[in-house]
């Protein structure tokens, strides 16, 4: 559980709301993969098809789909991690707070608007971001400095 310590701050995102979205988030998420799994096996296509068969076109729209929905799986599960570990609502790529406003219209935000439009800016010019993959341990390694360096003093 989550302790809210400065309540007196208005602009306080409420992360166990966060938290109850992206859980509802999930659970949607596995149960459309779910049905879509499903789906896929009630539609085998026998192994002689040919390439550009409607069954074929089919399935790949299937596996796009499941592709899509398990990135985003992914994605709120990362969300979730970060509440975990109390790193929730950081921008992976500068480190700053990401807006409130946003958070809440996508609780698995994980740029803040700069470098989200910044990122698209360069995805155009060719250059994809890659976020960071070992971001939770660089996280858990930066609170655990913090608590050592608290109780040395
Ligand atoms: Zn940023």
Known sequence: MFKNEDSSTEERLDLEEQ??????????????????????????????LEEGDPQIIEREKYQALVTNLQTRLKSVERALA?????????????????????????????????CRSEVEKLAKRGIIYRPPKNFLEAFDILQNEEEESKSNR
Do not use: F, W
């Not at 859980?23 to 009630?42: C, P, Y």
């Open 19 to 48: 938290r109850q979205q992206l859980l509802q988030d999930k659970a949607s998420i596995l149960n459309d993969l779910e049905h879509l799994g499903e789906a896929m096996r009630n539609s085998e296509v026998d192994i002689d």
């Open 82 to 114: 970060k509440i975990d570990l109390g790193v929730y609502g950081i921008c992976e790529r500068c480190g700053k707070p990401i807006a409130i406003a946003r958070l809440i219209a996508k609780p698995d935000a994980t740029l803040c608007i700069k």
